[in-house]
């Protein structure tokens, strides 16, 4: 039974998972080295759930109740004792691998160690500890109280208990828990690279401005934001990092290769909302946006994007990464999708998902656009992901 949890590094996505558990009423210790970023943190918190008495979602009663199960530590031995441990920091291998070798000298032998991470190796993690059958990855997504997705990824090595134990305590604490095999990207960050990956591509290309993609993703998929938008909102630093790690993961397949664009944004600061510039600026006396309002281009545009993420999904399924179910829940409760793309495959029929991937193939002839064999086989039997 987990009581205390630990959370490593009081960063947003840190300190929201701390509000999670604290919520869920676990004693929370919120640990980071550096202070500052604790009383950041500290601040943030207290700010939130003074928020959240004013709109009246919580009563003060319950808001103290909250603040009094979360500490605030600069020293790691304040971690002993916690039956979970999460580490939210620095998307750096070697480091994190540093970190938990010096926790699990500190903490209990049936302490399990979870990562934050979202797109590098629980294996490989694990296999700093001693005991690497209690590592997991527990992947949040941002901002950690609202969003209800997370995903569980049990390692080569993570006990049958460990990922019994991890589950049933992520949906105590009100969560959809998908669970993603232990490969790059896991299931979120793997489907999701085509969303923002084919519309840089149609912009390199000359097919069409920023402005004009992201109004196709919007006025005919349903999309909530665009994919330009939403690198903005990231931070082309970090979602560039994410493309970089997924392409070499998979041994520099075409599929997932970064764009230029993005790369020369990010070296040059442009990094979207949160340094006034990226895609699109945010200052002042920012111009207006141009958009080409041409409907039969942006069918064009969205039918290319979605069956490219169509694709993605089903390779994931076919190459047994997760379930059906759990590939549609973690699109549309991790990314906030209007449906899942297995659902949506079979509203636009696989018939035209094959033939969509052929167009592209037959005028590109590159290895990014290739069919999934999952689709081929599932056109050949008549066959649909739900229907």
Not at 54 to 72: F, H, L, V
Not at 207 to 234: C, H, Q, Y
Not at 361 to 382: F, G, W
């Amino acid at each position: 039974m987990i009581e205390k949890v630990g959370i490593i590094g009081s960063g947003t996505m840190g300190a929201g998972i701390a509000q999670v558990a604290a919520t869920a009423g676990h004693q929370v210790v919120l640990y980071d080295t550096n202070q500052d970023a604790l009383t950041r943190a500290e601040q943030s918190l207290q700010n939130i759930l003074d928020r959240l008495v004013a709109k009246r979602r919580i009563q003060r009663e319950e808001r103290d109740a909250i603040w009094s199960r979360i500490t605030m530590s600069d020293q790691m031995v304040s971690l002993s004792g916690s039956d979970l441990v999460i580490e939210a920091i620095v998307e750096d291998l070697s480091v994190k691998q540093s970190v938990f070798r010096e926790l699990e000298a500190i903490v209990g032998k049936k302490t399990i160690l979870a990562s934050n991470t979202s797109s590098l190796s629980i294996a490989s993690i694990a296999a700093a500890l001693n005991r690497p059958k209690r590592c997991i990855g527990i992947h949040f997504f941002n901002p950690a109280p609202l969003m209800k997705l997370v995903e569980v990824i049990p390692a080569v090595q993570t006990s049958n208990k460990t990922q019994q134990l991890v589950e049933e305590t992520i949906k105590q604490w009100g969560k959809v828990v998908a669970i993603a095999k232990d490969t790059p990207g896991f299931i979120v960050n793997r489907v999701a690279r085509p969303f923002y990956g084919e519309a840089l591509r149609i912009y390199d290309e000359g097919i069409a401005n920023f402005a004009t993609i992201d109004w196709a993703v919007k006025s005919i998929g349903g999309f909530r934001m665009g994919p330009f938008e939403l690198m903005d909102f990231i931070g082309n630093d970090v979602n560039y990092k994410v493309t970089e790690t997924v392409f070499k993961s998979f041994y520099y397949d075409p599929r997932y290769k970064p764009s230029f664009t993005q790369k020369r944004l990010s070296e040059a600061g442009y990094l979207g909302r949160k340094s006034g510039k990226g895609y699109y600026d945010y200052g002042e006396d920012a111009p207006e946006k141009v958009i080409a309002e041409d409907v039969a281009l942006a069918h064009r545009i969205f039918d290319r994007i979605l069956v490219m993420l169509i694709n993605e999904a089903a390779d994931a399924l076919h190459l047994n990464i997760a379930s059906a179910t759990d590939i549609d829940l973690a699109m549309t409760c991790g990314v906030n999708y209007p449906k899942g793309l297995l659902a949506w495959a079979d509203e636009k029929t696989i018939d035209w998902c094959v033939s969509r991937m052929d167009d592209l193939y037959a005028e590109y002839h590159e290895d990014r656009y290739r069919c999934s064999p999952l689709l081929r086989r599932m056109q050949k039997n008549q066959e649909t992901f739900y229907l």
